[in-house]
């Protein structure tokens, strides 16, 4: 939250968008409007390779002044990725070098939708994502006190809930783990034991036949009240991949 401005990322599936190949879109919306905008996009580099469809997410480190991008790529190697850089990238085009993440992955798993945060009450950086086969959604830390989460990661807890795409968010000084259900809206997980604890089923889908809801939950405050925005991607996945 930047001036008064909401960013967020989305992703790009697709072999042929910006830089031929594809990334993270940024968009902003202005706080208390629906006016939403593309500002931005990031390409992200492995060496010659140019990681297509990366489900990703940007995070600053106040810690150590930069940026930090973390994906999945689902076309060149499958696995999870991170790159930084100074440059802000809340605005125009960027490409971001990026590298494999130490993680603990069994053998033929694959891993998407990472989100990481940092922990202060442990002093670590933790990371969730979805581990297949399986759909369990999976928590990994870092040593304590390390600045950087660039780092090598340890598994500490799983949690098998049959659904997909975890988002790590703040409500009421709580952590909670987002993830879809597929067809009834977004499960909400304890983030500390990973068990659910709910289900938020919107009313209306943009894509009324099968809805398909990757997306968080972001507590906006006005004043003495909170009101809570949803953000979903309402769509056939495996029909003509009509993202919404």
Not at 57 to 77: G, L, M, P, S
Not at 84 to 105: A, R, Y
Not at 152 to 158: A, G, I, P, V
């Amino acid at each position: 939250f930047i001036d008064n401005y909401y960013y967020f990322t989305a992703s790009v599936h697709s072999t042929q968008a910006i830089g031929g190949a594809s990334g993270l879109s940024v968009y902003r919306f202005k706080k208390n409007t629906v006016d939403c905008e593309f500002v931005g996009h990031v390409d992200l580099i492995n060496g010659n390779n140019i990681l297509c469809s990366a489900a990703g997410k940007i995070i600053y480190n106040r810690y150590d002044d930069y940026w930090y991008v973390q994906a999945t790529d689902f076309y060149t190697e499958n696995g999870l990725w991170i790159g930084k850089t100074k440059t802000s990238p809340l605005q125009g085009i960027l490409e971001i070098v990026v590298e494999k993440m130490n993680i603990p992955l069994l053998p033929d798993n694959q891993a998407w939708d990472m989100t990481m945060i940092w922990n202060e009450d442990n002093k670590r950086w933790e990371i969730t994502y979805t581990r297949d086969p399986g759909a369990e959604i999976v928590r990994c830390v870092a040593s304590p006190n390390s600045i950087s989460p660039i780092t090598s990661y340890t598994y500490e807890l799983s949690a098998n809930v049959n659904a997909e795409g975890s988002t790590v968010v703040f409500m009421n000084n709580q952590k909670y783990i987002i993830c879809t259900t597929y067809e009834q809206g977004l499960d909400v997980l304890n983030y500390d034991t990973l068990q659910k604890i709910g289900t938020i089923t919107p009313t209306k889908w943009i894509n009324n036949s099968n809805p398909n809801s990757w997306g968080f939950i972001l507590p906006n405050e006005n004043g003495d009240s909170t009101e809570f925005i949803m953000f979903v991607f309402s769509s056939i996945k495996f029909n003509g991949f009509q993202f919404g």
